[in-house]
């Protein structure tokens, strides 16, 4: 087994750690313009088409009591006599009437709907929100200092490998020797 951890390269890590930067670059102002998107459709369908569905409704009513006037004035008048137009006209109001009001039951339905459906996937979205805000950053600052560490150990040169000559305790033959015996002591053969 190894000593030491064989660190060659590093460009897997930061390229990781690059992508992922450009990543929350992107997604936070993704799903910061998707929250402005349920906001501004909530206040379409609650506010705009609701008021503009009711104007529409006063419109069209009175729209429908000009022509049914005009119908009953003509039926009424001996110089005049109701025309065909005249019916068509009366009838094309009430299709005009009961559409509006079809169209303003429907946009009522919506606004009460609207929580509803769009709620879970709004919390969804808060929750990826907060891990792109928290987590991630946490992850890049963490994989920044793992690459610093990592660079550092490369760069770091493991201890020099003892000497040929020098056995396993690090003292020369010769030093090893007058360590054995004392001086003065010597060993005659």
């Given amino acids: 087994m190894p000593e030491t951890a064989h660190v060659t390269s590093l460009d897997a890590l930061e390229s990781f750690r690059s992508a992922l930067v450009v990543y929350l670059s992107q997604a ?20 705009e088409q609701r008021l503009h569905w009711e104007h529409q409704m006063r419109r069209r009513a009175k729209a429908l009591e000009e022509a049914q006037q005009t119908l009953f004035s003509a039926r009424l008048s001996p110089v005049r006599h109701a025309t065909a137009a005249d019916q068509f006209a009366v009838q094309r109001a009430k299709q005009a009437v009961a559409e509006a009001d079809l169209k303003l039951k429907t946009i009522k339905r919506w606004a009460r709907d609207f929580d509803g459906r769009v709620q879970p996937l709004v919390k969804q979205m808060e929750k990826l929100q907060t891990v792109l805000a928290h987590d991630m950053v946490k992850a890049v600052a963490y994989l920044t200092e793992a690459v610093k560490i990592l660079a550092a150990y490369a760069e770091a040169r493991p201890p020099a490998p003892p000497m040929p000559n020098t056995p396993p305790g690090g003292a020369t033959t010769a030093a090893a020797s007058a360590e054995s015996f004392p001086e003065g002591s010597a060993k005659n053969p």
Avoid: C, F
């Fill in 28 to 47: 936070r102002p993704a799903l910061e313009e998707v929250s402005a998107d349920v906001l501004r459709t909530r206040l379409w369908v609650e506010e």
